[in-house]
């Protein structure tokens, strides 16, 4: 595992520790929360109960779709309350249900499996995929200025962010696969990138890394354009889906009545919100993205088109093999156990997001 402290950008060091050290403590102490919220709950296989009774409260992070929920009104016509939470990423969605304050989480392919290979229940109650997925990759590899690497078969030897939990890993395991570069070839620099933002970013700008998956969106832009002029590049991936976008939450709240029957108004109004947003990016980028976030409006409608032009199948099939292939490809080369994809979804849910998005396609209500 490789190392490089006196060349981190100051404070990340410091807040990947503490960032690793929360969750080992929180996956020590999890078993006992899970078993008492889940004992005698409503059985995984039952009916989803149609009536939210008085007094129920969702605690969701997912700032997007917050703004998306508020801004068509949306919240106000749900017989129950959400919490939101300004929680993103893999492992602070893993961190948020391990502590039990967050009952709906939003990633990508790996977080779910990997929620499960750490001891925590989850399933899958959405999915959403690029609705282009054939003519982009929601990650590229950055390449840092001074590394010698001018095509991805140049990784061999070289030092590449790792993050287990997160899709970055597979996209790192299906690239060397793919180049047929053993893993051996490489050092894989264990490093969550959901820390600080840029942080993937700057580890390549500081040169603690020499390669990194970034996200194919404003993270990559903006990195070619702060260090472009020092060697700074990116680099697409081989092919294979990167694209899939998960609603996932702990079996303990499925297992109450009240909060299930939260979820299946949540899922159906999860699914206008996708529609919504791929037929209203202009909204979308003023509102949310400059008016809300604080971006220029070219770096706005950058995000808006990144987030928004998305698909919401009502057919899980491809979703279960695209997680399936995660779970293959991950768990190997991780130490853990094989896991059946379609235990993780829910099916109850199958078609709710998608019928919702097929309804009006987002048409404001």
């Not at 969106?217 to 472009?228: P, S």
């Amino acid at each position: 595992m490789a190392s490089a402290a006196t060349r981190w950008p100051r404070g990340s060091a410091a807040l990947l520790l503490f960032v690793l050290a929360s969750i080992g403590l929180l996956v020590a102490f999890a078993p006992a929360w899970r078993s008492a919220e889940a004992k005698g709950g409503l059985p995984l296989t039952a009916p989803l109960p149609e009536e939210v009774p008085p007094g129920v409260v969702l605690r969701v992070g997912d700032p997007v779709g917050r703004w998306v929920f508020q801004h068509n009104g949306w919240d106000k016509k749900l017989p129950f309350r959400i919490e939101w939470a300004e929680i993103t990423g893999g492992p602070d969605v893993t961190e948020a249900f391990h502590a039990g304050v967050l009952d709906v989480g939003f990633g990508a392919s790996v977080p779910p499996i990997h929620a499960v290979w750490t001891g925590i229940p989850v399933r899958i109650i959405a999915f959403r995929e690029y609705a282009d997925r054939t003519k982009r990759q929601a990650y590229v590899f950055g390449i840092a200025p001074n590394a010698k690497i001018r095509t991805l078969a140049d990784l061999r030897g070289k030092r590449i962010a790792f993050s287990p939990s997160q899709v970055q890993a597979q996209v790192v395991i299906q690239t060397l696969k793919a180049l047929g570069i053993p893993r051996d070839a490489v050092t894989l620099v264990e490093l969550p990138s959901s820390i600080g933002g840029d942080v993937y970013a700057n580890a390549l700008a500081s040169g603690v890394v020499d390669a990194a998956p970034l996200r194919g969106d404003l993270v990559a832009q903006r990195y070619v354009r702060k260090f472009g002029a020092d060697g700074a590049r990116i680099l697409p991936h081989p092919p294979f889906r990167d694209d899939g976008g998960n609603v996932y939450v702990p079996e303990a709240a499925l297992a109450d009545p009240g909060k299930a029957a939260a979820l299946r108004q949540f899922a159906h109004y999860w699914g206008l919100a996708q529609a919504w947003m791929r037929s209203h990016p202009e909204e979308l980028a003023h509102g949310y993205y400059a008016g809300e976030q604080g971006l220029p409006i070219a770096d706005a409608r950058v995000m808006a088109g990144y987030v928004g032009n998305v698909a919401v199948p009502r057919d899980w099939t491809g979703a279960i093999a695209y997680q399936q292939e995660a779970v293959d490809t991950l768990g190997p080369e991780t130490k853990r156990p094989r896991i059946d994809a379609a235990t993780l979804f829910d099916r109850r849910f199958e078609t709710i997001a998608g019928d919702a998005a097929l309804s009006v396609q987002g048409a404001r209500s």
